[in-house]
């Protein structure tokens, strides 16, 4: 698999990111399947994995300790999060110890904060992520759901390092990203690490929604309101090149400069098929029709 370079680092990661959120909800997948899923995305040439501490209270972290223990350590990339109640400059160290423990390792490649806290100093949390890094408990800072404004800020208050960066929530249908930020982060070369990438399975023709769902950040009626034009057109480019939905979907984030695409998985053959969206790029048509398609959808942000 051809690796992408993490933006102003030397890092060199796989385009595709391993998510693990559902890897700390037993009602979704058990321990052992877990642990499978993570070992085969390895042996397949996916060297980055992303979990943080709040996914099922350290479960998910505990679980990928287990699994990576089978490979060499220097070969990965190990990307957590510091949960947003724990911002504060102890809590962040403490934080930091028990992802360490959770995960068997002594370091972590990217330590992202998970969510801005407003009422936490800015330069309180930078000054812990800083130190960190400078102990070597971590060798990248990051951040998760920081707008241009708070991203800034929190880059002023670094000495010894940068943001090397940033989790966003960004897929075909929700661009909200590109005004701003995006733009932003290209030119100081900090990497977007996309989350949600497939909508929640809403953009490849998912219908219903499961419970262990319900607590996420996103708006159902945002996927279920008007979205035929769009899952339509996906399916059909599909169609048109031997592909499927979701190799169109994840292809149209990964081919983008600087752009890394976060997928959860619990299923192998799933894992295979994401796999396919790799070292291709759709036709400029493509990208035309699905943007004429995403301007007939109406999205809600509002959950009722």
């Not at 990051?142 to 404004?149: D, K, Q, V, Y």
């Not at 996309?194 to 909508?199: E, I």
């Amino acid at each position: 698999m051809e690796k992408k370079t993490l933006g102003w680092t030397n890092e060199k990661i796989s385009p595709l990111i391993l998510g693990s959120w559902e890897f700390g909800t037993p009602s979704i997948v058990d321990e052992n399947s877990a642990i499978k899923v993570i070992q085969k995305s390895i042996e397949l040439g996916i060297n980055a994995i992303d979990t943080a501490e709040s996914y099922g209270n350290g479960l998910s972290e505990t679980i990928i300790g287990r699994a990576i223990g089978k490979f060499k350590r220097e070969d990965l990339f190990i990307i957590t999060k510091v949960s947003i109640d724990h911002l504060r400059y102890d809590d962040v160290l403490r934080a930091c110890e028990g992802s360490l423990r959770r995960l068997n390792t002594s370091y972590i490649d990217l330590y992202l904060v998970h969510w801005p806290n407003h009422y936490v100093p800015i330069r309180e949390t930078a000054k812990a992520m800083e130190r960190l890094f400078s102990e070597g408990k971590i060798r990248y800072i990051g951040l998760s759901n920081f707008s241009l404004p708070l991203l800034r800020e929190f880059r002023e208050h670094l000495s010894k390092t940068d943001v090397a960066a940033n989790e966003l929530h960004y897929n075909v249908l929700f661009r909200d990203v590109e005004k701003e930020v995006l733009p932003y982060m290209l030119r100081e070369n900090i990497s977007l690490l996309a989350y949600d990438s497939l909508g929640l399975g809403y953009l490849i023709g998912r219908k219903e929604i499961r419970n262990e769902y319900r607590w996420y950040v996103l708006a159902r009626e945002a996927y279920v309101k008007n979205l035929e034009p769009l899952v339509d057109e996906i399916s059909l480019i599909a169609k048109e090149i031997d592909r499927t939905p979701a190799q169109i979907i994840l292809n149209w984030l990964v081919s983008k400069d600087n752009v890394f695409a976060i997928f959860n998985t619990t299923k192998e053959d799933h894992l295979r098929e994401n796999l396919g969206s790799l070292e291709w790029s759709l036709r400029d048509s493509d990208l035309k029709r699905l943007d004429e398609a995403v301007k007939k959808v109406v999205i809600d942000y509002f959950i009722r």
